[in-house]
């Protein structure tokens, strides 16, 4: 059963950093595209950050380019969301997502697995 976990949310101020973990198992990692995606309170789930099977190609939301960083280690199946100079409007459950199509990766239909979620909260 595939499972992909998050884990590195938490409470922090205007400004500061985080770093979002996701773990998968269950799948051949490195087949995937990953992604991640974010939903605010009230609020339909956006996409954030994707990168495709190899890592060579990352895409990002305007509204997170410059600030956040995807990456994906294939020996550790684990992908990366470093988050820096983070704002109040970042507030959200991140969620991670696998796909095999990466051409999709925008889509929230198009994901193929999910994760449960992990809550990042800034305070201004």
């Known amino acids: 059963q595939v499972q992909l976990v998050e884990s590195g949310g938490g409470l922090v101020q205007a400004g500061a950093s985080l770093r979002l973990s996701c773990a998968a198992s269950?799948?051949?990692?490195?087949?995937?595209?990953m992604a991640w995606f974010r939903q605010a309170a009230g609020k339909e789930r956006e996409f954030v950050a994707a990168?495709?099977?190899?890592?060579?190609?990352?895409d990002y939301a305007d509204s997170v380019k410059g600030r956040f960083t995807i990456s994906k280690d294939n020996v550790k199946n684990t992908v990366y969301l470093q988050m820096n100079s983070l704002k109040p409007e970042d507030t959200a459950i991140y969620y991670c997502?696998?796909?095999?199509?990466?051409?999709?990766?925008?889509?929230?239909?198009?994901?193929?697995?999910w994760g449960k979620g992990a809550l990042v909260t800034v305070s201004s």
């Open positions: 990168i495709n099977f190899s890592g060579g190609f990352t």
């Open positions: 269950a799948l051949t990692f490195r087949n995937y595209a």
């Open positions: 997502a696998a796909e095999t199509n990466y051409a999709q990766r925008r889509s929230v239909g198009a994901m193929d697995y």
